[in-house]
């Protein structure tokens, strides 16, 4: 049996489906490509971790090696 642990606050899930992203490891300048269906939600959810972090993020709805998402730049 497989169990998924529970998010934690800085977890995303736009479309139900937990995303880590290592946050910590988001200098300025850097993207991550968060792959989903729901990109407004994928979106908002980051946006309410940069807020808690105090950062101000960039986001692009893209297609990137055949998968729809949403891309995230770090940019302060």
Known sequence: MVYQKPLTIDDL???GV????????????????IPCV???KARNQAIEVA???K???????RIENGMFGV???RTV
């Open 38 to 40: 729901n990109t407004t």
């Open 55 to 61: 950062w101000t993020l960039e986001t692009r709805t």
């Open 13 to 15: 899930a736009p479309d």
């Open 18 to 33: 937990k995303i880590v992203v290592d946050w910590s490891a988001m200098a300025v300048g850097a993207s991550v490509f």
């Open 71 to 73: 891309r995230i730049w």
């Open 51 to 53: 807020v808690r972090k």
